[in-house]
């Protein structure tokens, strides 16, 4: 493969940003800063599944932006039985996003990974979420530098896995499909997606809950280099 792969694209949020780490500890510091009486397991623990089902909502285009950014905290703090005004659920959704990448945490062997495939390849990122968050995520864990480009849903108006956005992204790259791989976590938005333009995938499973498909896995950033 390496003799024909000259393009390596990679999800961000829960491929090289530990974002559940990063998450909870957002919600930890906003929560302690506008006095917000919840234990912080017991919610995350509700709010987690909620949010991954609104970022589906938010990709098949049945949600805006704004409407998760709410919707996925009423709804937590709903099923808590946590009486919690609208104007604070506002100020939280906005508090979150301020403190969000403020945070660092990547996923283990991420460094070490874009420094061994760097020279190599050219990377990229493709992305779903926020633009404004996005970036200050990659310059904050010192990741930026590693990309020589970034392409987020926002700047094309449609979400992975929608063809438009990884032929946006390939355009950007100068990268022709057969000569480029996607990596991410996502089976639906990166590889099921990438895979329709006929971009090559590794599926980045790092809690090993998907074994039912044929495409290339792997459950630790280090073993991505196998298969490049």
């Avoid at 390849?121 to 020589?148: C, D, P, V, W």
Wanted: glycine share 4%; proline share 2%.
């Amino acid at each position: 493969m390496s003799t024909r792969i000259k393009h390596v694209f990679f999800d961000l949020d829960h491929t090289l940003w530990d974002f559940d780490k990063n998450s909870g500890l957002t919600f930890e510091k906003i929560f302690k800063l506008n006095a917000i009486d919840v234990e912080l397991n017991s919610f995350l623990k509700v709010y987690e599944p909620i949010n991954l089902n609104y970022w589906k909502l938010y990709r098949e285009e049945r949600v805006t932006k704004p409407q998760l950014r709410y919707g996925r905290l009423k709804d937590a703090f709903d099923q808590l039985e946590l009486v919690v005004e609208d104007d604070m659920i506002h100020h939280l959704s906005e508090a979150y996003i301020e403190h969000l990448s403020s945070f660092n945490y990547l996923f283990e062997g991420t460094h070490e990974l874009l420094k061994y495939l760097e020279g190599k390849y050219e990377l990229h990122i493709i992305t779903n979420g926020f633009s404004e968050a996005q970036e200050k995520k990659m310059i904050t864990s010192n990741i930026r530098n590693y990309f020589k480009t970034v392409t987020n849903s926002e700047m094309v108006g449609v979400k992975k896995p929608n063809p438009k956005i990884f032929n946006f992204a390939l355009e950007v790259a100068k990268a022709k499909a057969n000569e480029s791989i996607m990596i991410g976590d996502s089976l639906e938005a990166d590889i099921e997606g990438a895979h329709k333009v006929g971009m090559d995938t590794i599926h980045f499973d790092y809690n090993n809950e998907n074994s039912n498909h044929n495409y290339k896995k792997v459950s630790h950033l280090k073993a991505i280099e196998y298969h490049l």
